[in-house]
């Protein structure tokens, strides 16, 4: 129970951290946020007795179904070039984050079931990962889907499905966005070299993981053109040198590099960010909050954010190791979404890695993935009972 506290609070701390900068941001944003925090409080808070572990165990699965749903009606009536969200009135509501849950709900029990042979349970997950990431993807939303993906490997590999499959799994992706660019499918090729080498599995394995990979990035110029949108690859590219395309796709990057470095160690002080101040730095609420944070509250300020998520992920890693079954696989694939939001979110703000869209958990602007969050508390804590 004790555990269960200091998930609680450090998930608290990083919300209080994200209301207090949106308030420096603009206040609009923060009652904003302010009202939803409430708001989704509360009524998790009357769902909680309503919820046991059985539930959470045989029906929650069906959240993954009422996800695909959404998902179909979001391209439907959607309008413009990117069609994510349905508009409920007082909010915004995006399908995709309730489709993370749902596939890792439906995932826990396919991968779980140990009655039924390692193929037919791997061909299964698969089958049930591609449809909600082939849906994310023509919404368009790159980052959401590439989610869905690393949820899948992680809880593969936790079910005790051949690391080779996995593997394949997660490098497919990495290998088609890394082709986009000679520099990044040659350090990809060689840190693959490197890991067959001292790896001890059998040479078939490793000449399949070569020749698939191959094919792989053989094909991306297809999918570069056919299926990515422009504003998509420009966005995958632009990271690499953002001062190089600063005025066009790497302009948000740029102006995260400066908001960070600007900042020093103990920043410009609360609301005196310049940056985000002069709308030089845009997104500042949502993609790039942690670059505004760095900024107005400096090295000092990041390393706190950084021990709370830390702190945060070590508590669920340490609930994967005491818990077996669906269970352990579901608090998995919560760690794995949480995870990948972190890294990715933070590397792309300091440009290590593409701007895809994917919220900082607990403190970017937004109520769909918010939601998402905390009910993703309350099924933990619900699966101890």
Same mark, same amino acid.
């Given at each position: 129970?004790?555990?269960?506290? *200091?998930?609680?609070?450090?998930?608290?701390?990083?919300? @209080?951290?994200?209301?207090? !900068?949106?308030? =420096?941001?603009?206040?609009?944003?923060?009652?904003?946020?302010?009202?939803?925090?409430?708001?989704?409080?509360?009524?998790?808070?009357?769902?909680?007795?309503?919820?046991?572990?059985?539930?959470?165990?045989?029906?929650?699965?069906?959240?993954?179904?009422?996800?695909l749903v959404l998902l179909v009606i979001v391209l439907i009536v959607g309008k413009g070039k990117v069609n994510r969200w349905i508009n409920l009135g007082f909010m915004q509501l995006q399908p995709s984050e309730i489709a993370k849950l749902g596939l890792i709900l439906i995932l826990s029990k396919i991968l779980s079931d140990n009655k039924?042979?390692?193929?037919?349970?791997?061909?299964? @997950?698969?089958?049930?990962? *591609?449809?909600?990431?082939?849906?994310?993807?023509?919404?368009? %939303?790159?980052?959401?889907?590439?989610?869905?993906?690393?949820? @899948?490997?992680?809880?593969? &590999?936790?079910?005790?499905? %051949?690391?080779?499959?996995?593997?394949?799994?997660?490098?497919? +992706?990495?290998?088609?966005?890394?082709?986009?660019?000679?520099?990044?499918?040659?350090?990809?090729?060689?840190?693959?070299?490197?890991?067959?080498?001292?790896?001890? !599995?059998?040479?078939?394995?490793?000449?399949?993981?070569?020749?698939?990979?191959?094919?792989?990035?053989?094909?991306? +110029?297809?999918? &570069?053109?056919?299926?990515?949108?422009?504003?998509?690859?420009?966005?995958?590219?632009?990271?690499?040198? +953002?001062?190089?395309?600063?005025?066009?796709?790497? &302009?948000?990057?740029?102006?995260?590099?400066?908001?960070?470095?600007?900042?020093?160690?103990?920043?410009?002080?609360?609301?005196?960010?310049?940056?985000?101040?002069?709308?030089?730095? +845009?997104?500042?609420?949502? %993609?790039?909050? =942690?670059?505004?944070?760095?900024?107005? =509250?400096?090295?000092?300020?990041?390393?706190?954010?950084?021990?709370?998520?830390?702190?945060?992920?070590?508590?669920?890693?340490?609930?994967? !190791?005491?818990?077996?079954?669906?269970?352990?696989?579901?608090?998995?694939?919560?760690?794995?979404? =949480?995870?990948?939001?972190?890294?990715?979110?933070?590397?792309?703000?300091?440009?290590?890695?593409?701007?895809?869209?994917?919220?900082?958990?607990?403190?970017?602007?937004?109520?769909?993935?918010?939601?998402?969050?905390?009910?993703?508390?309350?099924?933990?804590?619900?699966?101890?009972?």
């Amino acid at each position: 129970m004790r555990r269960n506290n *200091l998930l609680i609070i450090t998930a608290l701390i990083l919300i @209080a951290i994200g209301l207090t !900068e949106l308030y =420096f941001i603009g206040k609009s944003y923060f009652f904003s946020q302010l009202s939803k925090v409430l708001i989704f409080v509360a009524f998790l808070g009357v769902l909680s007795p309503f919820m046991k572990k059985e539930h959470i165990l045989n029906y929650g699965p069906f959240l993954y179904h009422i996800s695909l749903v959404l998902l179909v009606i979001v391209l439907i009536v959607g309008k413009g070039k990117v069609n994510r969200w349905i508009n409920l009135g007082f909010m915004q509501l995006q399908p995709s984050e309730i489709a993370k849950l749902g596939l890792i709900l439906i995932l826990s029990k396919i991968l779980s079931d140990n009655k039924k042979p390692t193929k037919s349970r791997l061909i299964k @997950a698969s089958f049930y990962t *591609l449809i909600p990431f082939i849906l994310v993807l023509l919404q368009p %939303d790159l980052g959401t889907a590439l989610t869905f993906l690393f949820i @899948a490997f992680l809880m593969s &590999w936790l079910s005790g499905i %051949d690391p080779f499959i996995t593997r394949l799994i997660i490098l497919t +992706p990495i290998t088609m966005i890394a082709s986009a660019h000679l520099v990044s499918t040659l350090i990809l090729y060689l840190l693959l070299l490197v890991f067959l080498l001292i790896s001890k !599995e059998a040479i078939y394995k490793k000449v399949l993981t070569i020749g698939f990979l191959t094919i792989v990035s053989l094909s991306t +110029p297809f999918v &570069w053109q056919k299926v990515l949108k422009p504003y998509q690859r420009d966005r995958l590219t632009a990271f690499l040198n +953002p001062e190089k395309s600063k005025s066009k796709e790497g &302009w948000q990057i740029y102006q995260a590099k400066i908001a960070i470095g600007s900042g020093g160690i103990f920043g410009k002080g609360p609301g005196r960010g310049t940056q985000k101040g002069l709308a030089f730095l +845009p997104a500042a609420h949502t %993609d790039f909050i =942690f670059s505004s944070m760095g900024e107005e =509250f400096g090295l000092i300020g990041l390393i706190i954010i950084l021990t709370a998520f830390m702190a945060f992920l070590s508590f669920l890693l340490r609930k994967i !190791e005491l818990e077996e079954g669906q269970e352990k696989l579901i608090i998995a694939g919560i760690f794995a979404c =949480f995870f990948f939001h972190f890294t990715v979110n933070i590397l792309s703000n300091l440009s290590l890695l593409p701007v895809v869209g994917i919220p900082l958990p607990f403190i970017t602007y937004g109520g769909s993935h918010l939601l998402i969050e905390l009910t993703a508390i309350l099924i933990i804590l619900k699966l101890e009972d």
